[in-house]
C-alpha cells in the first residue's frame, strides 16, 4: 500500500490490511506500505524468492512506529469476538477462500469485497467448480477488522447456490513494526444453510515479514466443524503470499494453499490438496478517502487431490 502523508491531511492506496498512520514529523515524505491456501513444490517459494529479489528495491518500507489508539470500551468487545469465534462455527469443500490475511488493521477503513474462483480440470466433477464471496467489514479499532461474508458456490450439476454466511474477525497484535515479526490472529464463524450442515471455526495466527522491497506473509489455520455430521478431527490449513513491491498499479506475487489433512492423521500425500501460483496486485485511487484495490492468481494443482487449475479474482473498494 502507498501513501502520501503531509501536514494535516493525508492520502492512501492500497488494499485491506494496510496500515493507517498519522505523522505531522513526515511532511512531503512519500510512505510505502502493503496490504492486508497448500504446499509448494520444494523449492519453488525459494525460487521465487530469488527472482523477485533481482528486481531493485525502488521502494522500501520504513519501520516507523504507528500510534495505537486507547482500546476502552472495544477492548471488551473484541475479546468477546474472538471468544465467540472460538466457540462457535463452516466452509464446505466447495467454499475455499483464497485470500492470504495481512495482520495489520486500518483503524476507520470501511470496505466492500468481491472475491471469486474457478476450476478447471480434466475431471467432470472438478471441472467448473466456483466459489463466490460477497463481504462488507470496517475497522472497528486500531487493532480489530470485523466482516460479514455471504458465500455462494457452483458444484458438479449443481446451480449457484448461497452456501451460507460468515463472520471474520482480525486481531492486529501489536504496532507495526514493534517486533520483528507483525502478528495478528483471524477467527472465523460460518453457518451454512442446507439442512443438518454443521458448524466451523477457524482459528490462527497471521504473520507477517518486510525484507527491503518484499513483504512475505503466512496464514497457518485450524479448523473444526460443530453441530450436525460434524467431524472429530481438526484440519490444518495453511496459506501463504511472496510479495514484491513494485508498482501501486501492479505488484506480482507467488501465492500457495494447502491442506494436509486432519492433525494426527495426514493422509497421503497425492489425498491432500496443494496449489501454488503466480499473482498480481494492484490498486487505483479513485477519490481523495476511497480507493479501489484488485488482484488475481493462477494457481497450479501439485497433487491428484487439486484441481489442475484453479481462477481466482478478488475486488474491494475501501473509504475512509
Not at 8 to 26: D, H, K, W
Not at 28 to 55: D, M, S
Not at 101 to 125: A, F, H, I, T
Request: charged content about 20%; proline content about 5%.
Amino acid at each position: 500500500m502507498r501513501k502520501f502523508i503531509k501536514r494535516g491531511r493525508m492520502t492512501i492506496l492500497g488494499n485491506r490490511g494496510a496500515v493507517m498512520q498519522r505523522s505531522n514529523e513526515t511532511n512531503g515524505k512519500r510512505i510505502f506500505r502493503t496490504q492486508g491456501q497448500r504446499e509448494p513444490r520444494p523449492g519453488a517459494a525459494l525460487q521465487a524468492r530469488r527472482w523477485l529479489q533481482t528486481f531493485p528495491f525502488r521502494n522500501r518500507l520504513p519501520k516507523t512506529d504507528r500510534r495505537v489508539g486507547v482500546w476502552g470500551k472495544w477492548t471488551t468487545v473484541g475479546l468477546a469476538a474472538m471468544a465467540t469465534s472460538v466457540i462457535c462455527g463452516a466452509n464446505s469443500a466447495l467454499a475455499i477462500d483464497y485470500v492470504v490475511y495481512s495482520p495489520l488493521v486500518v483503524r476507520g477503513e470501511k470496505e466492500v469485497e468481491y472475491r471469486s474462483y474457478y476450476n478447471l480440470d480434466n475431471r467432470p466433477e472438478i471441472n467448473g467448480q466456483q466459489g463466490y464471496r460477497l463481504a462488507v467489514g470496517a475497522g472497528l479499532t486500531d487493532f480489530w477488522y470485523s466482516d460479514i461474508y455471504g458465500n455462494f458456490t457452483k458444484g458438479y450439476g449443481d446451480g449457484l447456490k448461497a452456501q451460507g454466511v460468515e463472520w471474520e474477525n482480525r486481531f492486529q497484535l501489536a504496532p507495526q513494526g514493534k517486533y520483528w515479526l507483525d502478528m495478528g490472529f483471524l477467527s472465523e464463524i460460518e453457518y451454512r444453510f442446507q439442512a443438518n450442515a454443521p458448524y466451523e471455526v477457524s482459528v490462527g495466527p497471521l504473520l507477517e515479514k518486510q525484507i527491503g522491497g518484499t513483504v512475505t506473509t503466512l496464514n497457518l489455520l485450524l479448523e473444526k466443524t460443530f453441530g450436525n455430521n460434524a467431524n472429530s478431527g481438526v484440519e490444518f490449513e495453511y496459506k501463504a503470499r511472496l510479495r514484491y513491491l513494485l508498482k501501486r498499479a501492479l505488484s506480482p506475487a507467488v501465492e500457495a494453499y494447502g491442506s494436509p489433512g486432519y492433525i494426527g492423521r495426514f493422509v497421503p500425500v497425492e489425498a491432500q490438496r496443494h496449489q501454488i501460483g503466480p499473482a498480481l496486485y494492484g490498486t487505483m485511487r479513485t477519490g481523495p478517502s476511497q480507493v479501489f484495490s484488485y488482484s488475481g492468481a493462477a494457481l497450479f494443482g501439485l497433487t491428484k487431490a487439486s484441481p489442475d487449475l484453479t481462477l481466482v479474482l478478488r475486488m474491494e473498494y475501501e473509504f475512509y
